[in-house]
């Protein structure tokens, strides 16, 4: 029956399987056998999805708050040790998790040898429920209404290009000149502006048409891309800071128009999300100390400013 609830939230007898370390083989087997001893179906499966049926909906209706009490019991009891123990699940973009929150976790997890973390690095939104996630780090203007939110740090947007692309085609002084150059573009699904909007201080926002050779979901492609010397691309501060590269490096990623900001694409905080329970564990707990700590400063590492590069 607890089972049944899992397959209820995730819709999918695979992520069932997953949160529950069982094999797919051994969810169908259960759901079967509970479906024998009830007398009606209790899911449908198709090619598509996996829904639960009028009956299994009754069911997960009635059992699925004495399991969440079950479960919200079981961790205040855990959480008596005297040290944090269990497992957490977090989410967060690619570029972030990779050069960021790992070496953030190491040595959190050498500080707490009784926590274990499951990370998925994807740039797509997630539903933290659904899923089974403890945590989401991702970067907004606000938190998510129906999320509990930890602010970790503040985060900028920047537009960047390799030292060999200004070299050869030249550094935009003014917004409006971006037109003319190859732009990398931030791909957000099918509602993806083709079209940067900037804004300063004491000036008007400035909206103009981008295109280049590049578009990608992902900001760590869209970095390599302008070390390539493809283009210049918009991109997350955490993605686009990778050390202090020599003077002569014809990858190194220089700011243009550092005193422009694009509106729109990322936001400006970066915040540990989680959905409202009555406790949070203390692992969980543990954890986002952690990351308040490591992260309180921001990205604090600089791109290598060049001599004269414009308004």
Not at 61 to 77: C, D, L, N
């Amino acid at each position: 029956m607890h089972l049944l609830t899992i397959i209820g939230r995730t819709r999918s007898y695979t992520e069932a399987a997953r949160q529950l370390g069982l094999s797919k083989a051994t969810v169908s087997q259960h759901i079967s056998a509970l479906e024998r001893t009830a007398g009606v179906p209790l899911v449908q499966r198709s090619t598509r999805a996996v829904v639960l049926t009028a009956a299994g909906e009754q069911l997960v209706a009635e059992t699925g708050p004495a399991f969440a009490r079950i479960a919200h019991s079981f961790a205040a009891v855990r959480d008596l040790a005297e040290t944090p123990r269990g497992v957490v699940r977090i989410t967060t973009p690619v570029a972030l998790g990779r050069q960021h929150l790992m070496p953030a976790l190491a040595q959190f997890l050498q500080r707490f040898p009784g926590i274990h973390v499951e990370l998925d690095l994807n740039d797509r939104l997630t539903n933290l429920v659904q899923e089974g996630f403890d945590l989401a780090i991702r970067h907004s203007a606000a938190p998510p209404d129906n999320l509990v939110a930890w602010e970790l740090c503040g985060s900028r947007s920047l537009l960047v290009a390799s030292r060999a692309y200004l070299t050869r085609y030249g550094t935009p002084r003014m917004p409006q000149e971006l037109a003319q150059h190859a732009c990398l573009l931030y791909l957000r699904g099918r509602s993806t502006p083709q079209s940067w909007t900037l804004t300063r201080t004491g000036r008007e926002p400035v909206t103009v048409p981008i295109q280049g050779p590049v578009k990608a979901n992902n900001s760590e492609v869209l970095r390599q891309a302008a070390q390539a010397g493809l283009g210049i691309a918009l991109l997350p501060d955490f993605s686009a800071i990778t050390g202090t590269p020599t003077v002569n490096d014809p990858q190194a990623l220089l700011p243009v128009l550092p005193r422009w900001q694009v509106q729109g694409y990322f936001g400006e905080r970066i915040y540990a999300l989680r959905p409202w329970a009555p406790s949070v564990p203390r692992a969980v707990q543990a954890l986002i100390s952690h990351l308040r700590e490591v992260f309180r400063h921001g990205f604090a590492a600089q791109p290598p400013q060049p001599e004269q590069h414009g308004t």
